[in-house]
């Protein structure tokens, strides 16, 4: 395949991706979204205001704020360990750039300005370094490798090829990504980061993706088809015992336990738009935080 060949495919490739972030009509929220607080509020992008930006949601009040200015393309925000710094994908540079920003909305910083298309950040247990996976354009075909940098954005370093969208578990200092197998299937990834042993975890078949931990680290919740639907699971962090909630999910609806393990917090699009929604995972009960907004004062 020609240089140009190549770059006309990564080109049509990463319209494709970029669409997945754009707001359609009376979008919301996407499906990047954290807990903080100890789960009392929630970070996400919002379309609500314009060509998204990051804002907090409390809960409780149902109180929103902004932290990013409205119309920046700001995308899957991830705090870090303290609940004070936020880490997200951005076309302020396109293609997407990793920056971090003070929770307050103060101190911005680009930490990536190399060529390429950076899809996700996640912090360390320690709140030091933050992994990412990051896209060639000049790659024959799709493929983003798993990488390290310190949290201020030097000693950048790939670790593995082929991971996408990374979820650092605090517990025990484990990596959990999103992989293409070689025979083109979905599948989750883990990644030890003292060991440096890569394993994968699902069925290709399935197509799952997302990773979310619960606090005990015993437990792996991710979007996955079953039956030919795609809906939320619950998994042992090995792989096995494959659970189905029966609750309608998405490729990207990135699930994520609050710090109680009573909630799952993640993305899905009914029609009108991705939207953020709280499931309580002892009684099903389900909430849609982005029709539930009051705007602060």
């Known amino acids: ?88 994908i951005s076309q302020r540079t396109p293609p997407w750039k990793i920056y971090t920003v003070n929770r307050d909305g103060s101190d911005l910083r680009l930490l990536t300005e190399e060529e390429g298309a950076h899809l996700g950040a996640t912090w360390s247990p320690d709140g030091s370094r933050i992994a990412y996976s990051k896209q060639d354009l000049d790659a024959e075909s799709f493929r983003a490798d798993l990488w390290v940098m310190k949290a201020n954005g030097i000693h950048k370093t790939k670790v593995i090829e082929g991971a996408m969208w990374p979820f650092w578990d605090r517990l025990r200092n484990q990596v959990f990504f999103t992989t293409v197998l070689a025979d083109g299937n979905v599948a989750l990834g883990s990644y030890d980061v003292a060991s440096k042993a890569r394993a994968v975890l699902t069925n290709g078949t399935l197509n799952a993706t997302g990773a979310g931990i619960t606090p005990d680290g015993r437990h792996i919740y991710v979007s996955a088809v079953s039956g030919g639907e795609r809906t939320l699971h619950r998994i042992d962090r090995d792989g096995t015992n494959l659970v189905n909630l029966g609750i309608p999910a998405q490729q990207d609806s990135s699930p994520q336990v609050s710090p109680d393990g009573g909630s799952l917090l993640y993305g899905y699009n009914e029609g009108e738009g991705t939207e953020v929604y709280l499931l309580d995972l002892e009684t099903k009960q389900l909430r849609n935080l982005s029709r539930e907004l009051k705007v602060a004062d």
């Open 1 to 88: 395949m020609s240089y140009v060949t190549r770059r006309f495919v990564c080109l049509i490739f990463m319209i494709g991706v970029s669409a997945l972030f754009l707001p359609a009509n009376a979008q919301h929220f996407g499906n990047g979204a954290t807990f903080v607080d100890d789960g009392n509020s929630v970070i996400f992008h919002s379309f609500s205001l314009g060509n998204g930006n990051i804002v907090e949601l409390d809960i409780a009040t149902g109180a929103v704020r902004s932290i990013t200015e409205d119309g920046r393309r700001d995308r899957w925000p991830s705090s870090d360990p303290s609940g004070k710094r936020i880490v997200f």
